[in-house]
């Protein structure tokens, strides 16, 4: 199976149920598209020593969103989020190392901070800290771990990352190959509109690997992997037309 291409440098506004009031009315704001009621509310938010407040204010800088942009500012930010047992900002400061925003590149760190916002429980953490093990990416590769983390971010939720364990059985990467696991796992997130999940089986009905070779499946698979906007289910599909 193609290894597809996987981007994990993805700053995340808050996400958690907040019960601080400013915060809940910075959210509040931001969802109504009133981005200077944002960073005031959130910066009165941080400058109160609230974590929430601190990360969603670095957010804003790093977009330049209801203030002028600042990666620096931002970095800043999410450091004082961070330091203060905040996985939002721990994540955040994670890409900013990972990207080089604000700050020089260092793979090493980003990989640091990930881990530290994974064990926080922060299912994207764990995701990026599995792609970095899976890569070899400022980290020694690690096969095993990088399913470990994949499962764990796939069971708090992460879409990408139950695919990605489904590759790994494909494959057999970090555990014996087990393709009546991939293809079940596939099947359900395909259901669930996983465009990755609908072009690997495309792809394994097409080649007949773990099932038997079916064009007619395949093609099934791909089309709907293309309507998702999946370059490679496409190509897939248009590969089998001909």
Avoid: P, W
């Avoid at 930010?77 to 900002?89: I, Q, V, W």
């Avoid at 009905?205 to 999946?230: H, Q, R």
């Amino acid at each position: 199976m193609q290894n597809f291409f996987k981007i994990t440098s993805l700053l995340i506004f808050l996400t958690a149920v907040l019960e601080a009031d400013n915060i809940a009315d910075a959210k509040d704001a931001y969802a109504k598209g009133d981005l200077n009621k944002t960073a005031e509310l959130s910066r009165s938010a941080c400058e109160s020593g609230d974590s929430d407040g601190c990360a969603v204010l670095g957010y804003l800088y790093n977009e330049g969103e209801g203030v002028e942009q600042d990666y620096k500012k931002a970095l800043e930010l999410f450091e004082k989020s961070c330091a203060k047992g905040n996985k939002n900002g721990c994540h955040n400061l994670a890409v900013m190392h990972e990207l080089g925003k604000g700050t020089e590149q260092n793979y090493t760190k980003a990989a640091a901070l990930y881990k530290q916002s994974c064990d926080y429980e922060y299912a994207d953490s764990c995701d990026s800290m599995a792609y970095m093990y899976q890569q070899g990416v400022g980290v020694k590769q690690d096969y095993f771990k990088a399913l470990e983390l994949y499962t764990r971010a796939c069971n708090g939720g992460n879409i990408d990352s139950c695919y990605f364990t489904g590759y790994m059985y494909a494959e057999g990467d970090g555990t014996k190959q087990d393709l009546q696991k991939a293809i079940s796992i596939f099947e359900k997130l395909c259901t669930q509109n996983s465009a990755d999940s609908c072009a690997g089986l495309g792809l394994m009905y097409e080649i007949g690997k773990g099932v038997e070779s079916n064009a007619s499946v395949a093609l099934e698979y791909y089309d709907k992997a293309c309507k998702l906007n999946l370059l490679q289910g496409c190509n897939g599909y248009d590969r089998l037309k001909k």
